[in-house]
């Protein structure tokens, strides 16, 4: 029986045993997220965290979380070491980042599988591939599962391969932080439904986020290069 066999139809601790709650994942996910969509604005602060959790695109599901009870999450990931603190000189305020790709091991294509799990749910690994954006790269669905195998494979695993939903061609995949049963049978599993409005938002978002990073590239050189003349 292979360990994807044996991970189905029961919950599966994070690395230190300590399942995470909604929030806490949401936390995570976003300081990964962010680590990698705005480089220059990483560590977060509190204010920018609370945006990026509070997100109406990208987001499975929707969560309107305050300060205060984000600041909480905070401290609970801190003692779990998931999170650190970090306060840079000349600051007002502390800033957060996310220790997860040194807590479990993962370089950057696995840990931007398992963060897209934890920001919007459920996911095919097509669909995986196509939201990851600048998180990661993948160049074709096959490195996307293998991203997600190496996830399944952990001990204890961090992903589980959920069994075929009715009508549907691909399999799902769900993270296991948070210590969820793992349906047993296709009728458990809700059919997934087509990308929504709010996904084909987001994607345009990160498109013209993309475009306008090249613009302002191209910009730079070329003012770089008149200079030479004047």
Known sequence: MSN????????????????LDAAEVRVLGVLAEKEAL??????????ALTNGCNQLTSRDPVMSLPEDAILDTLHRLVQKKLVSEVRQAGARVAKYEHRMRMKWSLEQDKLAVLVMLMLRGMQTAGEIRSRSGRLHDFASVGDVETGLQFLIDKYPPLVARLPRAPGEKEVRYMHLLSGEEVPERAADI????????????????TEVARLRAEVERLSEQFDSFRKQFD
Do not use: H, K, M, V
Not at 38 to 47: A, G, I, K, M, V
Not at 195 to 202: N, P
């Open 190 to 205: 809700a059919p997934s439904t087509p990308g929504t409005r709010q996904d084909r938002i987001a994607e345009l978002e």
């Open 4 to 19: 994807a066999d044996s991970n189905e139809g029961a919950a599966s601790p994070s690395a230190d045993n300590a399942f």
């Open 38 to 47: 705005t480089p220059d604005n990483y560590p977060l602060s509190l204010n």
